[in-house]
């Protein structure tokens, strides 16, 4: 294999997938790198599903990333055949008012960026979500908001399609090989692996959780790791059906405290292959080498009784299955996409703090614009890394 490229990708999840493969269909000569062989479980892109929803409540900067990834999506299913976008429908619903979510007043965001998008949505009462959808047990104090356009991306297969896209493109992937560090060298970059060096006009870190053992501290500082688990629970024989054409992806912030949002899908894998929800919590930090992917009996018990059992009628405590995933997040819960603060052949874009994969065919283009034209078409100033290193 040849060590001399124009671009190295660091890192082949969500991210770095979309940008090897937007790379390579631009003609890059682009080599991606993966510790393991993605998509895989280690990281932050595994777990079946991922809701997306085109009216982003984490703000109105979004949009056109998500839009732009539709289309993208779109695209590569037709060039493999992969179906990695279903439309279910979204529901997102809350009983609280003005709480900041990701960084921002999630519901009335939503509703804003819904408006200012013109993107097709009803406003629902308690009543009317409880006559569409009696598989939530309401407390009456709810409002909803129902997107058509929103559904599920599958994150293993959207990785999958687009490194098999790369590769179809002509890019190199070395896989199994740890990136050790990544420097720069009369204005090359060199990347150090476990196996061998590399030289590159540019280099994309796209390594997700593990991106701050390739940041100095003062830069790795800014990006938080948590331990996040997915709990997938069987359903009752019963009237209520929770397949995707019976029930949506959701959103359902229930109360006032971080840990009163919990979000979830249809069952995809027929009626008993379990229905996926989860809480998201920024208490207890982790390292991505040694967080536990064991789920234990009393996180699922505590789960069922806090989030499913009151909030659900006919989903039984029975967990099919349950696995972790890392959120790598920033101090305002905002991307990072920018240029290395040091180093500008360096461009960063991972820490997409819980909520990236619905954007990331888009950011893979903008990456690739950055590569190739020095510029994004989309406007990237809102995940500048200054925002967060001057303030
Ligand atoms: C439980 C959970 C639920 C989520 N739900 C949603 C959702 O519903 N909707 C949504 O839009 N987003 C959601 N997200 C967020 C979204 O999944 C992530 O933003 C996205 O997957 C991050 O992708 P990534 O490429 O940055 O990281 P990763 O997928 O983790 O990829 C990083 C890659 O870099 C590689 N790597 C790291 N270091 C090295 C090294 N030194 N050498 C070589 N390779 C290296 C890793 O092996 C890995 O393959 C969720 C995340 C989690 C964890």
Not at 16 to 43: E, N
Not at 105 to 125: G, M, P, S
Not at 241 to 269: C, N, Q, R
Not at 280 to 304: C, M
Request: some cysteine.
């Amino acid at each position: 294999m040849s060590s001399r490229f124009q671009t190295i990708v660091i890192g082949l999840g969500a991210m770095g997938s979309a940008a090897t493969y937007q790379l390579a269909k631009r003609g890059t000569h682009v080599l991606g790198i993966d510790q393991f062989s993605p998509p895989h479980m280690y990281g932050s892109s595994h777990g079946d599903t991922r809701i997306t929803r085109q009216a982003i409540g984490e703000g109105a900067e979004y949009v056109p990333l998500v839009l732009r990834s539709y289309d993208i999506w779109e695209e590569i299913e037709r060039e493999t055949g992969k179906k990695v976008l279903t439309i279910t429908g979204g529901l997102i619903m809350t009983s609280v008012d003005g709480v900041m979510r990701h960084g921002s007043n999630f519901f009335n965001q939503t509703v804003a960026c819904a408006e200012k998008y013109d993107i097709a949505h009803r406003l629902l009462d308690a009543g009317e979500i409880k006559e569409r959808f009696p598989q939530f047990r309401l407390t009456g104090n709810e409002r909803g908001y129902f997107e058509e356009t929103a559904g599920y991306l599958r994150p293993e297969l959207a990785v999958e399609a687009q490194l098999e896209l790369a590769q179809r493109y002509g890019a190199t992937l070395a896989l199994y090989e740890k990136v050790v560090s990544v420097s720069v060298k009369d204005e090359k970059v060199v990347v150090r692996t476990d196996k061998g060096e590399y030289e590159a006009e540019k280099a994309i870190l796209t390594a997700g959780p593990w991106i701050t053992k390739l940041l100095a501290e003062k830069y790795a500082q800014f990006f938080k790791i948590y331990r996040q688990v997915m709990y997938w629970f069987d359903v009752e024989d019963s009237i209520l059906k929770f397949e995707a054409l019976h029930f949506p992806v959701w959103i359902w912030e229930f109360g006032t405290s971080v840990e009163d949002l919990m979000y979830g899908f249809p069952a995809i894998d027929g009626a008993h292959g379990g229905v996926k929800s989860a809480f998201e919590q920024y208490r207890v930090e982790t390292d991505p080498d040694a967080v536990s992917k064991e789920v234990s009996k009393k996180e699922i018990e505590k789960f069922y009784g806090r989030y499913i059992q009151p909030h659900f009628a006919g989903i039984t405590e029975n967990c099919v299955k349950a696995d972790s995933c890392l959120y790598t997040v920033t101090p305002d819960h905002k991307f990072v996409i920018d240029r290395h603060p040091e180093f500008p052949q360096i461009i960063i874009a991972s820490p997409c703090s819980g909520h990236g994969f619905k954007h990331s065919a888009a950011i893979g283009e903008i990456l690739a614009q950055l590569v190739t034209d020095g510029r994004s078409e989309i406007d990237i100033s809102a995940f500048s890394f200054r925002r967060l290193i001057e303030k």
